[in-house]
C-alpha cells in the first residue's frame, strides 16, 4: 500500500472538472485508489462519491493506492493532483 | 391560405416558419416487468444512445466556444459512466421495474445527495443530476428534447404557454407567439412585449400540427396570423412589415435625447426587465435605468431555491451592465398561480388575493433574507433600489425595514461593502394608495403597478378573457388612485413612478405629467415610444 497527503490549492475545491480528470487518471490503473477528505472517503474511480467529498481550498485529502501497480498510480496521482489541485 | 384572429399584444409584424411548440410534460410511472433482461437491455440501449448525444455535443461545443464549455458535457458523460449511479439503477432493474423508474430513482437519489451539501457550487450539480438523467428518460420514452428544436429563428405556436416554459426559450430562435389561450395580460403577452416581439393570443386554434413548418404571417396591426398566405398578400405583408421596421428605425433617432415637453417638464423613463439579459435591451432601447426588475426568474423553472450566491451574480451582472443607471429590484413576487413546486405553496381558490409575495416572505423570513442578502451584497457594484410588492399595510412595511436591518447588520458584521439602497413599494393594492400618505414616511419611493391596482380595484380578474371590456385601465377609479399616490409621495418628499402597463400607454402621458409622476417604467419596446409622446407635448 502507498500513501500520501496533499493540500488543495485551487480556490473552487474538488469541483466536477478537477473529479472528472481525476476518474479519468485513476481509471489507467488497477489498484485501487482512495481519496479522503472532509471526514469521509472515496473511490476515486466514481464521479459522484468524489464530488460529494465536498473538498474545499485549504483541506488535506489523503490518497491511498493498493494494488500491483501502486507504486504507478501513486506516482501519476501525486502529479495529477500537484497540477490540477 | 388560412386565417384565424386573436388578441394582438404588440403592433408589429413577423413573417416566418411556424414551429409547434409541443408540451413535454413526461411523468415517468413506476411499473413491474416480468422481463427484467429486456428493461436491462433498453437501459443499455438508452445509455449508450445519451453517451453519443453528449459526446456529440461535447465535440460541437469544443469547436464553436471551447473547452471551458464542452467540459460539462464531458462530465454529464462521466455522470452515466459512475458505478454508484449504475449500481443504483441496476438495483431497481433487478427488483423487476422499467428503466424509466429505475433512472428516476437514481437521479432523485443522487440529486438529493447532492443538493443536501454544505458548498453552494455543489449544490447546484444536483441539476446537473437531473439533466443527464431526464436525457437518459426521454430518450426511453421516445420523447424529443426541450425547446426550439427548429434551426433558425420561428413563430412558435401553443395552446399556452407557462412563464417557466417561456424563460427557458432562447430569445434568438422567436420571431413572434401565437396561443390559442392567453388574454393580451397574460404572463405570455407580458414577456412577448418585454421582448419586443409580435404576439398574437386567444387564436383558439387546436389544428397546430397541419400548419406546423408552414410560413405564417403574424399581423399584430389587424390581430390577424395568416397562414400560407398567397404570394400577392405576402408580398403586401413584407412591405408592411419592413415599413414597421422602418418606423421604429425613425424612433431610434430619439435615442440619447431627453424626456422633456415643449414647455419644459420632465419626466423620467425607465425599462422593466424580468431576466438578466435584458438588461441590454434596456441599455439598446436608451431607458434612463431600471424601473422594475421582477426578480421571479430566479426562481422560476427550477426545482429548487437559487442560492444566495446565484442570485448575488444576477443581480451584481445587471448592476454593472446598467453603470451609474438606477436598478429597482423588486422582491420575490410569486404566489399559487405561478407554478413553483419546491414552495410547497398550497392550491388556492383564489390565488390573487391569497399567500403571495411579501406575504410569503414575511411568513418564510428564511427565503426572503436570502434574496435581501443577495440584493445588498450587491449594491457595492452600482445604484440599486429595493422595492416590496403586495404590501397592504405599514406594520408590514415596519417589519420589512426590520428584517432589512438585520440583513444589513449581519452582512456588515461579516465584512461585505454595501451601497446606498432607497427602499420602496410597489403601490398596487387599493389599500395601499388609500393609506399613501401614512405608508410615505417610510419608505424611500413609491412604484404604482397598475396591473394589479385595476384588477383589485375593479374587482377584474386580468386573466380572465370574457372580463377584458370591463378591466377599464382608464377608469376614473384607477386614475384618481394614481392622483392620490403621487400627491401623497410628494407631500413627504419622496419620488412616485408607475411600472404597471398602464405607464406606456401614451394617451395617458399627458395626464401622468400633470399629475406629477416622476417615472414611468415601461417595457424596452415602449422606451422611445413614451419619450416620443413626452416630446410632442
Redesign the interface.
Known amino acids: 500500500m502507498k500513501e500520501f497527503e496533499f493540500t488543495v490549492k485551487d480556490p473552487v475545491g474538488l469541483h466536477a472538472r478537477p473529479a472528472g480528470l481525476l476518474v479519468k487518471e485513476a481509471a489507467k490503473f488497477g489498484s485501487s485508489i482512495t481519496v479522503s477528505g472532509n471526514g469521509k472517503s472515496a473511490d476515486a474511480k466514481k464521479l459522484i462519491q468524489l464530488m460529494s467529498l465536498g473538498i474545499k481550498q485549504g483541506m488535506t485529502v489523503s490518497c491511498r493506492m493498493e494494488g500491483e501497480d501502486e507504486e504507478a498510480a501513486c506516482a501519476a496521482m501525486q502529479e495529477f493532483l500537484e497540477g490540477n489541485l | 391560405m388560412e386565417k384565424y384572429t386573436g388578441k394582438s399584444v404588440l403592433k408589429g409584424i413577423a413573417i416566418g416558419r411556424i414551429y409547434w411548440y409541443r408540451k413535454q410534460e413526461y411523468r415517468v410511472e413506476k411499473v413491474e416487468t416480468a422481463d427484467s433482461e429486456a428493461e436491462k437491455k433498453r437501459f443499455a440501449d438508452a445509455l449508450e444512445t445519451a453517451k453519443e448525444q453528449l459526446s456529440g455535443l461535447y465535440e460541437e461545443t469544443l469547436a464553436r466556444v471551447g473547452e471551458d464549455h464542452a467540459?460539462?458535457f464531458?462530465?454529464h458523460k462521466?455522470?452515466l459512466?459512475?458505478?454508484?449511479?449504475l449500481d443504483t439503477v441496476n438495483g431497481v432493474l433487478e427488483e423487476g421495474f422499467n428503466a424509466e423508474y429505475a433512472v428516476e430513482t437514481a437521479q432523485n437519489q443522487?440529486a438529493e445527495?447532492?443538493a443536501s451539501?454544505?458548498?453552494e457550487?455543489?449544490r447546484a450539480?444536483a441539476a446537473?443530476?437531473r439533466d443527464v438523467s431526464k436525457r437518459v428518460i426521454r430518450i426511453l420514452a421516445g420523447i424529443p428534447e426541450d425547446g426550439i428544436l427548429a434551426d433558425g429563428p420561428v413563430i412558435v405556436a401553443a395552446d399556452d404557454l407557462t412563464p417557466s416554459e417561456t424563460v427557458k426559450m432562447d430569445k434568438n430562435k422567436i420571431l413572434a407567439f401565437v396561443t390559442a389561450k392567453g388574454s393580451s395580460n397574460s404572463h405570455t403577452a407580458i414577456l412577448a412585449r418585454s421582448m419586443n416581439l409580435p404576439a398574437l393570443v386567444s387564436t383558439g386554434i387546436s389544428d397546430w400540427e397541419a400548419m406546423d413548418g408552414k410560413i405564417g404571417v403574424v399581423d399584430g396591426f389587424g390581430g390577424e396570423f395568416l397562414v400560407e398566405p398567397e404570394q400577392e398578400l405576402l408580398d403586401e405583408m413584407i412591405h408592411r412589415k419592413n415599413q414597421w421596421v422602418a418606423d421604429l428605425k425613425a424612433l431610434e433617432q430619439l435615442k440619447g435625447k431627453d424626456n422633456v415637453t415643449g414647455d419644459g417638464r420632465r419626466i423620467d423613463v425607465f425599462a422593466n426587465i424580468g431576466k438578466v439579459e435584458d438588461a441590454d435591451g434596456a441599455l439598446e432601447a436608451d431607458a434612463g435605468g431600471i424601473g422594475l426588475f421582477r426578480s421571479e426568474f430566479l426562481y422560476l423553472g427550477r426545482d429548487s431555491f437559487p442560492t444566495e450566491e446565484e442570485q448575488f451574480i444576477s443581480y451584481k451582472s445587471v448592476l454593472e451592465k446598467m453603470g451609474d443607471k438606477k436598478v429597482v429590484i423588486r422582491t420575490l413576487d410569486i404566489g399559487a398561480d405561478k407554478k413553483v413546486d419546491y414552495f410547497h405553496l398550497d392550491e388556492e381558490d383564489n390565488p390573487a388575493l391569497g399567500y403571495r409575495a411579501i406575504r410569503i416572505c414575511l411568513d418564510r423570513p428564511e427565503i426572503f433574507m436570502t434574496q435581501l442578502r443577495a440584493i445588498f451584497r450587491a449594491s457595492a457594484y452600482g445604484r440599486v433600489a429595493i422595492m416590496f410588492p403586495m404590501v397592504v399595510s405599514v406594520s408590514e412595511v415596519k417589519r420589512i425595514k426590520e428584517i432589512v436591518g438585520q440583513v444589513k447588520q449581519d452582512l456588515s458584521a461579516e465584512g461585505h461593502p454595501m451601497g446606498e439602497v432607497e427602499l420602496g413599494i410597489m403601490v398596487e393594492t387599493p389599500a395601499a394608495a388609500l393609506i399613501s400618505g401614512d405608508l410615505a414616511k417610510e419608505v424611500d419611493f413609491f412604484s404604482i403597478g397598475t396591473n394589479d391596482l385595476t384588477q383589485y380595484t375593479l374587482a377584474v380578474d386580468r386573466q380572465n378573457q370574457k372580463l377584458e371590456a370591463t378591466c377599464d385601465t382608464h377608469h376614473p377609479a384607477i386614475l384618481e388612485l394614481i392622483r392620490m399616490t403621487v400627491e401623497n409621495a410628494h407631500k413627504e418628499g419622496i419620488w412616485a413612478g408607475i411600472c404597471g402597463e398602464l405607464a406606456a400607454d401614451t394617451d395617458l402621458t399627458e395626464t401622468f405629467l400633470s399629475m406629477g409622476v416622476d417615472e414611468l417604467s415601461v417595457s424596452a419596446s415602449s422606451v422611445l415610444k413614451v419619450r416620443k409622446a413626452v416630446r410632442d407635448l
Open positions: 467540459m460539462i464531458d462530465i462521466m455522470l459512466e459512475d458505478g454508484d449511479y443522487f445527495l447532492f451539501m454544505e458548498d457550487y455543489m450539480r446537473d443530476i
